[in-house]
């Protein structure tokens, strides 16, 4: 196993926060589908909206909900995670004694990828009971449960492999936070508002600034047509070219980080 | 070795170029027959570093930091716990393992990071300010730890500004002062220390009577360089050891001076790093 993994899982599961935070996101997640279904329900006090709903449309609406603020919630978590992994080591003085070592810079690297997917790959497994209570209204299959899961771990690694780019460049672990989270606002504000900008006086839709937004990605995921499932594996290409990138780079800075360290 | 300059001179700059954190902008750096740049993993795994200002995992207990360098310099199966065990003795954390680095004291925490470095077994030791801030007891406790290193083979690089350490483990300070080699009036860019031959040692004389007549008889004897001399005292420069400087004791009460006090100076490197960097020279 890779030491890096050993030591950042050891050090990070020590926190307070490994406890607290799942049990938050656990909480705001519990709570957002709980609202939802409350509002849903008191909606459906109506004899004639009841007679044209069905239970799977319940279903759907409960399983969406719990989907999209998952990855909300997740996208909020994610930055935290990754762009202090290695700005934590030049702040408290230990890159020095990591780079002397017989750790390659993609070892290092790895590591910290590692361990905040795995943190994050836990926030996501304990949330699957809650999506999978959209099973007992009906409408949702497990397969739509493996591509939210699945296409949310991709965004998520993006996420933290652009966090981690950050976290090799800035020396300060507050100025790479604040970057990454620029960066995720950026591809969830400013990628719908150039969608918005082009497709004006036309008369498509045009859809291809939303490639790199993770909220149209998650929607495609969840469709069957042919379109949808072009533009879902073009999306998810992007988002692993930009993983990757961003991987290189990292590396690269961090080999190249020994005069700050 | 040790390494003297100002600040700014780059000892800490070739102190990260010898342990292949920073890559030379010309030249070359060879550690054992290693070039740090085209071999820098052979380097590593020959060269033990401490940086000037080194950090810990305070939130990791003392056993548990160890064996995270241990994994991280490959030390793997049983010689694994030996070797952890061996840098608990030799830090003197055997009772401490168990403790969390963050409620070591800083004497502790510095035996802790020299016990780390230590833990692959290095042949060379390159060591940036080792003894910064730490108490007087720590600083001899590290010096010991370091010559018994010495003793048992190893190579030593030490900067420090703390003369008087180096003057105590060194055998020969390099000087050095805006990035370049600099050298003291006598033109020694590599100063020799602690008995070595071709050693230049201060010796500070008092006789009885006037020092005019004592300081030309000193002169006479080859090596031999006066500093000063004031009253009834002389301060003179002997080249050549120990044993030269015992011969010129005789050769003085050969001459018929009567010698009150004859004392080697243990803060020769201080002078001898003033007259290289002093007042006109940085």
């Not at chain 1, 300060?172 to 950026?186: D, E, F, N, Q």
């Not at chain 1, 999306?235 to 690269?252: D, E, K, Y």
């Not at chain 2, 590290?142 to 008087?164: A, P």
């Given at each position: 196993?890779?030491?890096?993994?050993?030591?950042?899982?050891?050090?990070?599961?020590?926190?307070?926060?490994?406890?607290?935070?799942?049990?938050?996101?656990?909480?705001?997640?519990?709570?957002?589908?709980?609202?939802?279904?409350?509002?849903?329900?008191?909606?459906?006090?109506?004899?004639?909206?009841?007679?044209?709903?069905?239970?799977?449309?319940?279903?759907?609406?409960?399983?969406?909900?719990?989907?999209?603020?998952?990855?909300?919630?997740?996208?909020?978590?994610?930055?935290?995670?990754?762009?202090g992994g290695l700005t934590i080591e030049k702040e408290q003085?230990?890159?020095?004694a990591l780079l002397t070592s017989l750790l390659s810079p993609?070892?290092?690297?790895?590591?910290?990828?590692?361990?905040?997917?795995?943190?994050?790959?836990?926030?996501?497994?304990?949330?699957?009971?809650?999506?999978?209570?959209?099973?007992?209204?009906?409408?949702?299959?497990?397969?739509?449960?493996?591509?939210?899961?699945?296409?949310?771990?991709?965004?998520?690694?993006?996420?933290?492999?652009?966090?981690?780019?950050?976290?090799?460049?800035?020396?300060?672990?507050?100025?790479?936070?604040?970057?990454?989270?620029?960066?995720?606002?950026?591809?969830?504000?400013?990628?719908?508002?150039?969608?918005?900008?082009?497709?004006?006086?036309?008369?498509?839709?045009?859809?291809?600034?939303?490639?790199?937004?993770?909220?149209?990605?998650?929607?495609?995921?969840?469709?069957?047509?042919?379109?949808?499932?072009?533009?879902?594996?073009?999306?998810?290409?992007?988002?692993?070219?930009?993983?990757?990138?961003?991987?290189?780079?990292?590396?690269?800075?961090?080999?190249?980080?020994?005069?700050?360290? | 070795?040790?390494?003297?300059?100002?600040?700014?001179?780059?000892?800490?700059?070739?102190?990260?170029?010898?342990?292949?954190?920073?890559?030379?902008?010309?030249?070359?750096?060879?550690?054992?027959?290693?070039?740090?740049?085209?071999?820098?993993?052979?380097?590593?795994?020959?060269?033990?570093?401490?940086?000037?200002?080194?950090?810990?995992?305070?939130?990791?207990?003392?056993?548990?930091?160890?064996?995270?360098?241990?994994?991280?310099?490959?030390?793997?199966?049983?010689?694994?716990?030996?070797?952890?065990?061996?840098?608990?003795?030799?830090?003197?954390?055997?009772?401490?393992?168990?403790?969390?680095?963050?409620?070591?004291?800083?004497?502790?925490?510095?035996?802790?990071?020299?016990?780390?470095?230590?833990?692959?077994?290095?042949?060379?030791?390159?060591?940036?300010?080792?003894?910064?801030?730490?108490?007087?007891?720590?600083?001899?406790?590290?010096?010991?730890?370091?010559?018994?290193?010495?003793?048992?083979?190893?190579?030593?690089?030490?900067?420090?500004?703390?003369?008087?350490?180096?003057?105590?483990?060194?055998?020969?300070?390099?000087?050095?002062?805006?990035?370049?080699?600099?050298?003291?009036?006598?033109?020694?860019?590599?100063?020799?220390?602690?008995?070595?031959?071709?050693?230049?040692?201060?010796?500070?004389?008092?006789?009885?009577?006037?020092?005019?007549?004592?300081?030309?008889?000193?002169?006479?004897?080859?090596?031999?360089?006066?500093?000063?001399?004031?009253?009834?005292?002389?301060?003179?420069?002997?080249?050549?050891?120990?044993?030269?400087?015992?011969?010129?004791?005789?050769?003085?009460?050969?001459?018929?001076?009567?010698?009150?006090?004859?004392?080697?100076?243990?803060?020769?490197?201080?002078?001898?790093?003033?007259?290289?960097?002093?007042?006109?020279?940085?």
């Amino acid at each position: 196993m890779n030491p890096m993994i050993r030591k950042e899982l050891r050090q990070r599961m020590r926190d307070r926060r490994a406890w607290l935070l799942p049990s938050l996101y656990l909480l705001v997640l519990s709570a957002t589908v709980v609202l939802s279904y409350y509002f849903s329900a008191k909606e459906s006090s109506d004899p004639e909206f009841l007679r044209r709903t069905q239970g799977a449309d319940v279903g759907t609406a409960f399983f969406l909900t719990a989907a999209y603020a998952q990855l909300a919630v997740l996208l909020l978590i994610a930055p935290v995670f990754s762009s202090g992994g290695l700005t934590i080591e030049k702040e408290q003085r230990t890159l020095s004694a990591l780079l002397t070592s017989l750790l390659s810079p993609t070892q290092i690297w790895w590591g910290k990828l590692v361990t905040a997917l795995l943190y994050q790959t836990l926030l996501l497994i304990s949330a699957l009971p809650i999506l999978a209570l959209a099973f007992a209204f009906g409408g949702v299959s497990p397969q739509m449960v493996g591509a939210v899961t699945g296409t949310t771990l991709l965004i998520l690694t993006t996420i933290s492999s652009v966090g981690l780019y950050c976290s090799s460049f800035f020396r300060r672990s507050v100025h790479a936070t604040a970057v990454t989270y620029a960066l995720v606002i950026g591809m969830m504000l400013m990628t719908a508002i150039a969608s918005a900008l082009f497709s004006a006086g036309t008369r498509e839709f045009v859809q291809w600034p939303l490639y790199l937004n993770p909220f149209f990605t998650l929607t495609v995921s969840l469709s069957t047509e042919a379109d949808h499932l072009r533009s879902w594996l073009i999306s998810l290409s992007l988002f692993l070219a930009l993983g990757s990138l961003a991987a290189v780079l990292a590396v690269r800075n961090i080999s190249r980080s020994g005069e700050s360290a | 070795m040790g390494l003297v300059g100002p600040n700014g001179a780059g000892k800490t700059t070739l102190i990260k170029i010898l342990a292949t954190l920073v890559q030379p902008d010309a030249g070359v750096v060879n550690i054992a027959g290693y070039d740090v740049r085209q071999a820098q993993r052979k380097v590593r795994e020959i060269v033990g570093y401490l940086s000037d200002v080194p950090g810990l995992y305070q939130d990791m207990r003392v056993v548990e930091f160890l064996e995270f360098f241990a994994d991280a310099y490959h030390v793997r199966g049983p010689r694994k716990a030996v070797v952890i065990e061996q840098a608990l003795r030799i830090g003197g954390l055997t009772d401490r393992r168990k403790e969390f680095v963050e409620q070591l004291s800083l004497g502790f925490k510095q035996r802790l990071l020299l016990a780390k470095t230590l833990l692959h077994e290095p042949k060379v030791l390159l060591l940036d300010e080792p003894a910064t801030g730490l108490d007087p007891l720590a600083r001899i406790e590290l010096r010991e730890l370091l010559k018994q290193f010495n003793r048992n083979g190893g190579t030593i690089l030490v900067s420090s500004h703390i003369l008087s350490d180096l003057q105590d483990i060194c055998d020969r300070v390099a000087l050095i002062a805006a990035g370049r080699n600099a050298a003291d009036p006598e033109g020694h860019s590599i100063l020799v220390l602690n008995g070595q031959t071709g050693e230049r040692i201060t010796c500070e004389v008092e006789v009885l009577g006037e020092a005019q007549e004592a300081s030309q008889a000193a002169c006479a004897f080859a090596g031999v360089k006066i500093l000063d001399r004031q009253g009834q005292s002389f301060l003179i420069e002997v080249a050549g050891g120990p044993a030269q400087v015992a011969a010129l004791l005789r050769h003085l009460v050969g001459s018929g001076i009567s010698v009150l006090r004859f004392d080697t100076r243990r803060s020769a490197l201080e002078d001898r790093y003033r007259r290289a960097f002093g007042e006109g020279r940085r």
